[in-house]
Structures are given as C-alpha cells and as structure tokens.
C-alpha cells in the first residue's frame, strides 16, 4: 500500500513538473511574440544633432524599435519631423519625440527663430509718447525719426552757425531728405527721417501677437526692431548720443518709402 502511494506521489510530482515547464515555456512564448509584435517602424535621428538644429531629411530615418503602453509622442513618418526644431541634444539611433522638438515658429525657440535670414534684432527703449502711445502691434511696421543738435561753427569763429546752415555746407542745398530744421537762419536743432519702413519684431519680452487677446491696457517699455546689420548699427549710434529716436506708425500695407527735400519748421507759417 505505501509502494502504490509513493508511486502515485512521484507521477503527481513529475506531471507538475512538466505542466510547469510547459506553462513556462507558453508564457515565454507568449511575451515574445508580444514583444516582436511591438516593434513598429518609428523615426529615429540618423546622426547626432543639436539643440536649435532645423531637421532635414537626411538628418532623420526610419527604425524598428520596441514601444510599450509608456513610449508616447513619437512618429511615424519623416515628413512629420522635417523642418521642425531640436530642444535637446538627440544622439544617432535615438528616437525623436514631440517633447524633443518644436515647431519652427514655437515660443519656446525664442526671437532668434522668428527673425528672417539676413536681419538682427535690436532694441529701443521708448517711453509713452516714443512708442506711439502704446498702440504698436507685434508685426506692425515703422519709420524711425532721430532728433538732435548740430553743433557747428563757421570756420576760423567759434560763434554757431544754425543746423540748416550747416548742412548746405556740408551736404549741399535741400539735403539731407527727409531732415527737418527749424529754418535755415534759426536753430540748431533738426530732425530726420533715418529709417523707414522697419518691422516690429517685439514689445518688451512679448515676440508674437494673439488675435484674440485684448492690448487694450497693455504696455511695454522697450520695442524691438527686425533691422539689417548695418541698420542696427545706425540704431545703436543714434541711441549712444544726445539725440532722441521717435518712432513713427505706417499703414500696415504701406511699404512706401519717402524721400522729400529737407524741410523746416518756419516754412509752414510762410505768407501767414
């Protein structure tokens, strides 16, 4: 009687034993097939790159990669990533996903994105009446005026000549355009129109413009301007002297630029 029980016992023990092996080896099976079956073709950076990098086509391609329930914000195909931006450092093989990138014109690239190829930024602290009275629009365009004092005198005397006398002297009659005086025998202040048709690429740390947000009550200190280089260097000499630099608003279509004969203040009262 205990020959048959322990005989019994040792069948029972070596059926579990081959029914664990066997569910073992289902399970394995089973998460691998699972896991084969989660390799999905998703798009991967085909060298290192760069924060701040533009991806192109041959900076990207296609790999077989493992994603689970957790892997989120990745692509499928190239066409989705190109153009877009680097936020970090992608390394060769890693996958490319949506908190990495950016679209070429996000916030979160700053103004340096926004800024056509060519062009600079540079800023002008305007108070009230110089910012147009708080009216100026991310994308507007203006005309930037400088006013100042010309110091100069008749040569052998030290006695100043009036600002309108000395630039028929020195640039010749009517010139230069687009300069105001007070009038040629009085003055030495005068005006002038020393860039036109400039746009407002910024107002204060604000870079974009919501259309449905209301600017009513909103002001700014600072207005920046998307200028060439050697027009952010005119700027920067017009900002270190005594002058003032007064910015003027134009019609939004209007790309116009003027350019008229010097002028004076007087001449309006002429014949009165």
């Known amino acids: 009687m205990k020959k048959i029980r ?79 931006v680097c936020l970090t450092n992608v390394f060769q093989d890693e996958m490319l996903t949506d908190r990495r990138l950016a679209d070429d014109k996000a916030e979160v690239l700053g103004l340096s994105s926004r800024l056509e190829d060519g062009k600079r930024a540079v800023s002008i602290n305007t108070d ?31 006695e100043a000549i ?45 870079f974009s413009f919501d259309s449905n947000k209301d600017y009513k009550d909103e002001e700014y200190v600072s207005v920046t301007l998307e200028v060439t280089p050697s027009q952010a260097a005119q700027i920067a000499l017009m900002k270190s002297g005594e002058g003032k630099i007064q910015l003027a608003l134009r019609p939004q279509e209007d790309s116009n630029v003027v350019k008229e004969p010097r002028g004076s203040v007087l001449k309006n009262y002429e014949g009165n």
């Open 162 to 206: 009036p600002a309108g006398l000395a630039m028929e002297r020195i640039m010749g009659p009517q010139n230069p355009a687009n300069a105001q005086i007070v009038n040629d025998s009085i003055g030495n202040e005068f005006s002038v129109i020393a860039l036109q048709n400039i746009k407002v690429a910024a107002l204060g740390n604000s």
């Open 6 to 84: 322990l005989i019994a016992l040792t069948v029972a023990f070596l059926v579990f034993i081959a029914g664990y092996r066997m569910l073992v080896t289902t399970v394995n099976h089973q998460s691998q097939t699972q896991a084969d079956g989660q390799k999905i073709e998703v798009v991967v950076a085909a060298q290192d790159l760069s924060p701040y990098t533009t991806l192109t086509k041959d900076m990207i391609k296609l790999k077989k990669v493992l994603v689970d329930e957790e892997t989120k914000g990745y692509y499928r195909k190239p066409e989705e990533v190109v153009g877009k």
């Open 128 to 158: 009230l009446e110089q910012g147009v009275s708080n009216n100026l629009r991310v994308g507007n365009y203006v005309d930037v005026i400088f006013t100042g004092t010309l110091k100069s005198s008749a040569q052998g005397s030290e």
